[in-house]
């Protein structure tokens, strides 16, 4: 009786539900896209001596050509958010694509700096439109399996972001121009998949269960602390994801390890979140996401307080990548369920995950300015236990 009732009340019909939001063509091409957009953002940092020698930069000016990609992924991320339900999902994709294609190609060919800011700023609208229109069709297009092909979409973008300073290590950061090229050119083949995504709204259901669980229809006056929650949840988890690549080899230099060996377990922490979205796929067709995000959410908090001991740091950073990897795609289905009300609430949580992750680098610099290097895995501590506390809450709230 109830699924009968939840079609009769769904707008889409069962049909929609039969209707695949992606042929398999364009699921393949989502995830290379995913690869593209991890690879653009790991590529700035490893291009900076050679930014520095062509343009006559200091480090910080070097590093403004990330800041400016962050800006344009938060600005796509508001942008596409509002036009993705006027324009249609080909549309967006398409447009993101271009211009992720063109500030790319601008990047490697621009005359000076503020031309090469400008178009990072341009690739960064791109990422954006990207980064929310795949995130939000996953979530929404898969039925019971939207959480496990979300992790899988995701776990690309880390295969991205190892690829990309790989290539820049192999061909040399002198020749950086070549290879933001290079990215451009493959980027525009995708716009050929886009005919098997499905232009209109993706299905909430596989037709098996409700849209919406009883327990997760809250109420209009709770929905903006439910919201703010999730904001919390995902702020502070990417700001962890963020400070732990940025800090961990410094810490473990601090405690007594060598350059080598710190180097060596920052990349295992980033192959660990990487793999870590591969192998909970499957544990997202037989856990809901409440269970694996509080799973994840307390796992990091024990790594994160073990980091603290120097013999047991390098591998428990190894198991915060792996912990920390479910987080952000489990989160955005549950998202959905929860308040299906707040159709374009995926945005507000994406573009707030990329403000964390920028805002991660300065307030936690100034936090160990005053507190020492060695409370770098207390304080990330402390923040993941803050994401304990959030996803236990939502728990509770969203429970049927």
Not at 17 to 24: E, I, L, R, Y
Not at 25 to 30: E, K, L, M, N
């Amino acid at each position: 009786m109830a699924d009968r009732a939840a079609r009769q009340h769904s707008p889409a019909g069962p049909k929609a539900a039969d209707t695949p939001v992606f042929s398999g063509v364009a699921v393949v091409a989502s995830c290379v896209g995913f690869v593209l957009i991890g690879a653009l953002q790991a590529l700035y940092g490893p291009a900076i001596p050679a930014l520095r020698e062509r343009f006559d930069l200091t480090p910080s000016a070097a590093g403004l050509a990330l800041s400016a990609h962050f800006v344009g992924g938060v600005t796509g991320v508001l942008l596409f958010g509002p036009l993705n339900g006027r324009i249609g999902n080909r549309r967006t994709l398409g447009g993101s694509y271009l211009l992720m294609a063109i500030g790319a190609a601008g990047f490697a060919m621009a005359p000076d700096w503020p031309v090469a800011l400008a178009m990072a700023l341009l690739a960064g609208l791109g990422f954006g439109g990207v980064d929310y229109g795949l995130n939000q069709l996953f979530a929404t297009g898969f039925g019971r399996r939207s959480t496990a092909m979300l992790n899988i979409l995701n776990a690309h973008f880390g295969v991205g972001a190892v690829l990309g300073p790989a290539v820049i290590g192999a061909v040399g950061s002198e020749r950086y121009a070549a290879v933001f090229l290079g990215f451009a050119l493959v980027a525009l083949p995708l716009l050929l998949c886009l005919g098997g995504v499905r232009d209109t709204g993706a299905p909430e259901t596989d037709g098996h269960a409700p849209p919406v669980s009883t327990g997760a229809r809250i109420r209009n006056r709770s929905l903006g602390t439910v919201l703010a929650a999730f904001v919390v949840l995902y702020v502070l988890h990417v700001g962890i994801e963020a400070g732990v690549g940025g800090w961990e080899p410094t810490h473990l230099e601090t405690v007594g390890f060598g350059a080598g060996v710190a180097a060596t377990a920052t990349s295992v922490y980033w192959l660990m979140m990487t793999a870590g979205r591969f192998l909970v796929a499957p544990l997202a067709l037989r856990f809901s996401a409440p269970s694996l995000i509080a799973v994840s959410c307390a796992g990091m908090t024990v790594c994160l307080l073990l980091s603290w001991t120097p013999e047991f740091a390098p591998y428990a950073y190894a198991g915060v990548g792996l912990f920390i990897a479910p987080i952000f795609p489990t989160g955005l289905p549950w998202l959905n369920r929860a308040a299906p009300q707040a159709r374009r609430a995926g945005a507000l949580v994406i573009a707030a995950s990329m403000t964390g992750g920028v805002a991660a680098g300065p307030v936690l610099g100034m936090t160990i300015e005053w507190s020492g290097i060695r409370t770098v895995p207390l304080l990330l501590g402390a923040a993941s236990a803050l994401c304990l506390l959030a996803t236990l809450w939502l728990a509770r709230v969203t429970r049927q």
